[in-house]
């Protein structure tokens, strides 16, 4: 997909992900050959080492940062205003790359992430980038929670536009033709 993208031209300075992606070496080297950034979501059991040598889990590492390592920064607007979390970020011991570790401010919930940054970018433009995938998370179910009728996406139906209820994924308000049986339909469109 990403070849794809890039084969057809279309621009994009980052790519961001989850860890399935993020702990894909095929992905990560691909990635890296062709001098493209990414942020992506890795476990909390990945070994890294540090720029000072050290070579431990990044959860160990994290569990050793002083106070003044992490900085409070939002990395996006979410349902409730500013999406703020204290981020602290690691230099590596190889070249143009480096780790983030996110904060929840509200649980002490950890993240973690692995960054490739050959242009240098600075640390707010890994949080922002990281930020980047909040949105499109919103928009799978997670297992074992219920949707309520505000947060659910109706069946489109093959009339475009139609039958799509409000939800964070769209704006979209629903279409007063969304409601409509086939026979209605039919009538709608002159059929």
Not at 30 to 55: C, D, F, H, Q, R
Not at 92 to 106: D, L, P
Not at 160 to 185: A, R
Request: charged content about 20%; proline content about 7%.
């Amino acid at each position: 997909m990403i070849k794809r993208a890039r084969e057809a031209g279309v621009p994009f300075a980052w790519f961001t992900a989850d860890e399935e992606f993020g702990q894909n070496s095929g992905v990560r080297a691909y990635l890296e050959e062709t001098s493209t950034s990414y942020v992506m979501s890795i476990p909390k059991n990945t070994e890294i080492t540090t720029a000072s040598g050290t070579t431990a889990t990044i959860e160990n590492i994290a569990g050793k940062l002083n106070q003044t390592a992490w900085q409070r920064r939002a990395c996006g607007i979410g349902a409730k205003g500013f999406r703020a979390c204290d981020w602290a970020l690691i230099s590596s011991a190889t070249t143009c790359h480096q780790y983030m570790i996110r904060s929840s401010m509200e649980t002490g919930e950890l993240a973690y992430y692995h960054c490739h940054n050959p242009r240098g970018e600075g640390f707010a433009q890994l949080v922002q980038v990281a930020g980047a995938r909040w949105p499109i998370e919103e928009c799978f179910p997670k297992p074992g929670i219920r949707k309520s009728p505000s947060t659910t996406t109706k069946s489109a139906s093959t009339a475009p536009g139609t039958g799509t209820s409000p939800s964070p994924c769209s704006p979209i308000p629903t279409s007063p033709f969304s409601q409509l049986t086939p026979k209605d339909d039919m009538l709608r469109r002159g059929s």
